[in-house]
């Protein structure tokens, strides 16, 4: 089994719907990541949490927001989903215990469509 | 600027070559440099991580950094057709996100 799944692998939703893309991990790391990837602009930061209770954000966070509901579970949300939001969304997982620094962990990626 | 900038290529060699891969970044902050590969529409996986200026190598695989002049690269020997994929340098700081380059595009001929 994968360590880092993303649900829904694919979604196409209409402008203005409100729309959750869920992450979870076997992993057992404590911090997780929202990305998104766009051609040519690469992979961007959205949002990151340290733990269920410490929430931050990233480079591009207008328009998103996330919950940490445990230690495993991190949901990325568009409460009013615009058409230049349509991207190919991964979640990412680390380890705080790793002395040497913060390698992450993708999951699979959920191709989001905004009609 | 990027932070990070990576020739989004395509790179076309022949199989059994030698290739390098390379990146540039600004930020005097970051402190660690990774290497993900991506195949078509799957998630990025970790290649390479170096803390520090230097080399590092796995198999067919050398990370090697230059902190002087912000360089970092990936060579990659004995190149295969199952190597053709998207390259993404990324570099970073404490436990903030990873900044990434935009990739390279590398097809190995057969």
């Known amino acids: 089994d994968a360590d880092v799944t993303q649900t829904p692998r694919n979604r196409i939703t209409k402008t203005g719907k409100r729309i959750m893309l869920e992450c979870s991990q076997t992993k057992g790391h404590d911090r997780m990541y929202w990305y998104r990837q766009d051609p040519g602009l690469g992979l961007r930061l959205i949002y990151y949490s340290f733990d269920v209770k410490d929430i931050n954000k990233g480079e591009i966070s207008d328009g998103y927001s996330v919950s940490r509901q445990a230690q495993a579970k991190f949901s990325l949300s568009l409460e009013s989903a615009i058409p230049n939001q349509t991207a190919l969304y991964f979640c990412?997982?680390?380890?705080?215990?790793?002395?040497?620094?913060?390698?992450?962990?993708f999951g699979p990626g959920t191709r989001l469509t905004v009609t | 600027q990027k932070e990070v900038e990576q020739d989004p290529g395509p790179l076309s060699v022949p199989e059994g070559a030698i290739v390098s891969l390379n990146c540039t970044y600004s930020?005097?902050?970051?402190?660690?440099f990774m290497w993900y590969r991506q195949y078509s529409r799957k998630g990025p996986e970790l290649l390479m991580y170096t803390y520090s200026s230097g080399n590092k190598e796995d198999g067919r695989f050398t990370a090697q950094v230059d902190k002087s002049s912000k360089y970092i690269s990936l060579f990659i020997r004995d190149s295969q057709p199952s190597d053709s994929a998207t390259y993404l340098c990324?570099?970073?700081?404490?436990?903030?996100?990873?900044?990434f380059g935009k990739g390279t595009h590398l097809i190995i001929q057969p």
């Open positions: 990324a570099s970073g700081k404490g436990a903030d996100g990873l900044t």
């Open positions: 930020n005097s902050a970051f402190q660690y």
């Open positions: 990412a997982t680390s380890d705080s215990l790793r002395t040497s620094g913060n390698e992450q962990y």
